[in-house]
């Protein structure tokens, strides 16, 4: 039997793969050797991933931990950066980090003059947030299911700048996009400057349309920042069509970058009004580069989302996106309907891909966490607030239907539904 026949036999088993390698990478097969025609390809990927045996992993939006391909080219980084020493960092580390940010706009269609490398989605949006021009008496428009820190962030600009900062509510199973729209819409004002708006709310999975709110702002004269912290990787689009003013992301979540690395996107001619987060050398300079002076930091990060954004053509963007839509509606339609179970996340195809929510009506959302991981081997994120109860559950390339029929089962069980 040979290597991926193996592998196969193994995942057909409900058998971690990760359980047979060891700790060298060489075990684990690059993506180059998979045959895309054939029709076991997702279990060829997984076979890339060095996996815990212990329990099933469906919470990968904190962190989608890198195949064995990315992190060996990571770890190589690391070890030649150490060997250059201070000969890289004053050297090339600037024009290497400029390609791998030119190498991402590519990837997110958008120009090289309106992306850089950041640190994470928090930073990204931080930095805008706190960098914008306000005034006293200007208006923010922003939801409870945006992120806290975010929220705790424009409550910060609040108190700084004397602004107020408006929320709504999501509707969580809209009827169409002008619902949500709308939902936004009448909460603008003469006063409203900026508004912040989930690309994907990362509690339920919910995908936005964000470009008819986007227009729907402009139209209003409102500039909007898109938290895309979940979209880079798990779903197709180009920043271009979307038509925000600012965009946000983390790029070690689904696009599987080392941790540490996200990424912002500045329009053009909105870079010169945004004041830096932290002070570059020169003030002067007004292009995006005076926005990403971070000091001294963990340059084989910045190397490595060249070699991620590799490994995730090769897969291609398209194929992971319906496959992480597919694995996500192969759960949550078998229990979408079921008595007492409460899926959280919006049944239209197109409102959703990897990240769904679900919930039990007789069960606190830490509770089923734990029941989830301590007695089915089966990790998830709970989440009880912003109208949300339910446990997150983000699966990742690697995720077998095996392991979600466990999930259900688990689900089918406590709910009784036999
Ligand atoms: C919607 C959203 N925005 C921002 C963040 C912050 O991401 P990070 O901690 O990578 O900065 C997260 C983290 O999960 C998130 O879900």
Redesign the pocket.
């Known amino acids: 039997m040979n290597k991926r026949a193996f592998m196969k036999s193994l995942a057909l088993l409900g058998i971690s793969t990760g359980s047979v390698f060891s700790s060298k990478a060489e075990v684990a097969p690059s993506l180059n050797e998979i045959d895309f025609n054939s029709d076991d390809i997702w279990d060829q990927i997984r076979a890339g991933y060095k996996l815990k045996p212990d329990y099933i992993n469906l919470e990968n939006?904190?962190y989608c931990f890198l195949p064995q391909e990315t992190l060996e080219k990571y770890i190589e980084h690391i070890r030649e950066i150490n060997y250059q020493g201070s000969f890289y960092m004053r050297g090339v580390q600037f024009q290497n980090k400029a390609k791998s940010a030119a190498k991402l706009a590519e990837l997110v269609g958008a120009s090289t003059e309106e992306i850089v490398l950041t640190r994470?989605?928090?930073?990204s949006?931080d930095l805008i947030i706190s960098g914008y021009p306000w005034k006293a008496g200007d208006e923010a428009l922003v939801s409870n299911q945006?992120?806290g820190?975010?929220l705790t962030m424009f409550d910060m600009a609040e108190k700084r700048w004397g602004i107020k900062v408006n929320r709504i509510d999501i509707p969580m199973h809209p009827e169409n996009d002008e619902e949500i729209v709308a939902a936004y819409e009448k909460v603008i004002t003469p006063k409203t400057r900026l508004m912040m708006v989930?690309h994907i709310v990362?509690i339920t999975g919910h995908i936005l349309p964000v470009r008819k709110i986007a227009d729907m702002a402009h139209s209003h004269g409102v500039e909007i920042m898109l938290?895309g912290?979940?979209a880079i990787g798990q779903f197709e689009f180009k920043i271009s069509e979307l038509d925000c003013d600012y965009y946000g992301s983390?790029l070690?979540?689904w696009l599987s970058v080392p941790i540490g690395a996200?990424l912002l996107y500045v329009k053009k001619n909105r870079i010169s009004q945004i004041e830096p987060l932290l002070a570059p050398f020169d003030m002067k300079l007004k292009t995006i580069a005076y926005l990403n002076h971070i000091g001294t930091h963990p340059a084989a990060t910045d190397l490595a989302v060249l070699n991620a954004i590799e490994f995730h053509n090769k897969i291609g963007g398209k194929r992971k996106e319906d496959r992480l839509r597919y694995i996500q509606r192969y759960w949550s339609d078998q229990v979408r309907d079921l008595p007492g179970v409460v899926v959280n996340t919006p049944k239209q195809p197109q409102r959703s891909c990897g990240i769904g929510n679900v919930g039990l009506e007789n069960t606190k959302p830490g509770d089923l966490g734990t029941i989830l991981m301590d007695k089915y081997k089966i990790f998830t994120a709970p989440i009880d607030g912003a109208g949300v109860k339910g446990c997150r559950i983000s699966p990742n390339v690697y995720t077998s239907e095996n392991e979600l029929d466990q999930l259900v089962a688990a689900i089918k069980e406590m709910s009784g539904n036999y």
Do not use: V
């Open positions: 939006g904190y994470n989605a928090t930073e949006l945006d992120y820190s975010m989930p990362n938290d912290a979940h983390s070690h979540k996200g």
